[in-house]
């Protein structure tokens, strides 16, 4: 059990070794201990770092029974306070906004949100438990309904069309990556930041720059896409693909996976760079905000 939370908590395991022998003997060394700061760095409670260290407590004598940790204060604190959670002014305005977004701005925002801790996501994670009621780890259409009810988000067309735009894989469920993707309203700083992480993804031979191919590869299969193409994704410099070559996929907002190349390619060079894809998603991020701002005066 105490595996299992400092993981959650932290998203590495408490002992990490080279074989199972290593492992077996940091484990039972009572004189080596999991890297306890990583609960600090992450900004967790008192009350969850104490809760974490006695459940991995050495000494059995101090280590909790599960019904015992099942009444620990920060855990039932936790508990009910999951069950109140409410949603911020900006997770209104990004859900209300998400089907107003390009294709690739939401596979970018995805791509950022894969990145992020736990802990930077404490609170969705909570409102997202709030409404799995079914605990599969996936909201259905109508748990979704039911989130937007709960943010003023009233109306049957509206909310199906969000509902529409936040189902990215179209299986019928909103998956806990999709959830959040949609909810993640973050500032233009604040995606500055993180777009070299989201570029880095979409960058999926490594080479400085993107291909349509490698566009077109992420933007269809999402941001977890582990196939790779047998010859060189990327162009060499100054050379652009030759048209014609695959025919066009037409993505969920309307557009063609060349016409999102054409409008990033502001060079003409076949490819994409990281300066190009920052500029076009922040110019995207400023429009919408002054669209969202005409629209609360």
């Not at 791509?111 to 996936?138: P, V």
């Amino acid at each position: 059990l105490g595996v299992m939370v400092f993981q959650v908590l932290t998203g590495v395991l408490p002992y990490k070794a080279d074989n199972l022998l290593m492992q077996a003997q940091l484990v039972c060394n009572p004189r080596r201990h999991p890297s306890w700061d990583l609960l600090s760095e992450y900004k967790w409670s008192l009350g969850a770092r104490w809760f974490c260290q006695q459940l991995l407590s050495k000494d059995e004598g101090m280590r909790p029974s599960a019904d015992e940790a099942a009444r620990d204060k920060w855990l039932t604190r936790m508990s009910v306070s999951s069950s109140d959670v409410a949603a911020t002014e900006s997770e209104r305005r990004a859900l209300h906004d998400q089907h107003l977004q390009s294709h690739l701005m939401k596979m970018s925002v995805s791509c950022i949100t894969s990145q992020l801790s736990l802990s930077q996501l404490e609170h969705m994670n909570l409102r997202f438990q709030r409404y799995d009621t079914s605990n599969d780890g996936r909201l259905s259409h109508i748990e979704m309904r039911q989130v937007l009810e709960d943010v003023g988000i009233k109306g049957t067309e509206e909310a199906e069309l969000i509902i529409e735009s936040l189902d990215g894989d179209h299986s019928g469920m909103i998956e806990y990556s999709e959830f959040v993707s949609g909810c993640l309203d973050m500032a233009a700083d604040v995606m500055k930041k993180h777009l070299r992480v989201a570029f880095g993804i979409f960058d999926l031979d490594h080479s400085g720059s993107l291909s349509v191919q490698e566009l077109r590869q992420v933007l269809t299969q999402g941001p977890n896409c582990t196939q790779t193409l047998a010859r060189p994704i990327s162009p060499p410099t100054g050379k652009a693909q030759p048209p014609g070559k695959m025919a066009s996929t037409i993505l969920p907002d309307g557009k063609t996976v060349e016409e999102v190349m054409k409008d990033m390619d502001k060079d003409g060079k076949g490819k994409i760079e990281y300066s190009e894809f920052e500029a076009y998603l922040l110019a995207e991020h400023r429009q919408a905000g002054a669209r969202l701002h005409g629209e609360t005066k």
